[in-house]
């Protein structure tokens, strides 16, 4: 019996090629059979499809069809951020180009822990991360840096270790708005409690912030949040930074959703502070149209980042670094690292700064136009103007129970992907609009379908 091909080497892309036509065969059928942004059936439908395409985890005889059968069953029974009714979450539609560029990192499977398993993908990823690291902040960023993540929760953990690191002692303090990620990653790391500040509009409190710093014993690490999940808000960057830099507090902005808007010319002013933040997190999975997952770390002095260096003799020896070969462990907590740079220097690279400002424009657009047709609309009531492009809104006369119902009853018939959020007391339908190919009359369908779903 012949041995099964390899994805690299010479027999590689031949190989490759053969195969790659059977997953695209798989995810158009896939596609066609689920028929809309989700799949029919709720949790129990879509389990017993993937059961039945599954059959035995380790059968005794290998199936030549699994490839096909198993990607066609992933694709009926996904979620598809690339349908215009799928608007839940900030989980974007991948590029094209984006995804073709993860085949190729897959295929060569270098592994960012040394540099002889990695030469070009390491150089690839210091250039590139360094870059995007200047841009967050202002291009003043001379000593700036960037660490590749697995997404906004690693890079706020990783944010609040490098503060620790540097001040032990230091207390957290963050807003009422704030990704849960920050405080978990306190306890993990085991800082005291966090001091929460009040976000009574949805934004971090300037005041009640100043008020923290004056009265409570230091060191403090003051995260602000640029793009909340529930509602895309942005927290008064430029008085948070005043207030750290007047108080002596380390600054980390999480940037993982509203960070995008640093390619538009025409968004970029609402990130105005950001350049003076210590760390800030990245996600370009969200609003960069990268394949999961694409989250980055920038620093703005690459010295803070000598808290995190390791010593394995096999990977990074004293006289191999002393030679010239570079040392990876100091890059991040974990040790296998796939070139999740790859993508991201690829598409950068392909649409330019120009290319991707016009995605996030078009993105905000969209979500003004959705915003209006809620407001004008007599049945129901919107939260707010979207300051990116989520979009919180909820029928007038619905209870949080009928809220929570005709969400789940889009999910369930597979109709329309809608999140909710928890606003001012109350339970809001949420749409977070990521996919620049959604045209207004999906926004006026994905309406109706809400009124539709809705009791009179």
Known sequence: MSM????????????????????????????????????????????????DALGDVLPEEGDPEALYTLVRALAEGSADPAHPLCA????????????????????LNPSLDSWDQAPAASELEALVAHGLAELTAGGGGIAADALVTTGGTESNQLALLLAREAHHGTRLIHGANAHHSLPRAAWL?????????????????????DEALTHLPGPHLVAATAGTTDAGLIDPLPE?????????????????????????????????GLDAADTV????????????AAGLLTVRNRHHLAALHQHADYLNADDDTGAGLPDLL????????RPDILKIAVTLKTLGRQGMGRLVDQVCERAAEFAALVDKHPR???????????????PRTATDD??????????????????????????WLKVTLLNPHTRPDDLAALLNLVEGTTPR
């Open 4 to 51: 099964p091909p390899l994805a690299s080497g010479p027999e590689g892309p031949p190989a490759l090629g053969l195969l790659l036509n059977t997953v695209l065969d798989a995810l158009r059928d896939g596609t066609t059979a689920r028929g809309g942004p989700l799949p029919t059936g709720g949790p129990e439908a879509v389990a017993a499809r993937v059961r």
């Open 88 to 107: 839940a979450h900030l989980h974007c539609p991948p590029l094209a180009v984006a995804a073709a560029a993860d085949l190729a990192a897959s295929a």
């Open 189 to 209: 790391l085991g800082l005291p409690d966090p001091v929460v500040v009040p976000a009574p509009s949805g934004t971090l409190d300037p005041a009640a912030l």
């Open 240 to 272: 948070i930074a005043a207030l750290c830099a007047g108080h002596g507090a380390r600054l980390h902005i999480d940037a993982a959703y509203g960070g995008g808007l640093l390619f538009s010319d025409r968004h970029r002013h609402r990130l105005r």
């Open 281 to 292: 997190t990245l996600d370009l999975h969200k609003l960069g149209w990268q394949p999961v």
């Open 330 to 337: 100091a890059r991040s907590l974990r040790t296998t690292r």
């Open 380 to 394: 129901f009531e919107l939260y707010d103007r979207p300051t990116i492009s989520t979009v919180v809104f909820r």
């Open 402 to 427: 009928t809220v929570a119902a005709v969400r789940r009853k889009l999910l369930t018939d597979g109709r329309a992907v809608i999140g909710r959020a928890r606003l001012d007391g109350r339970l």
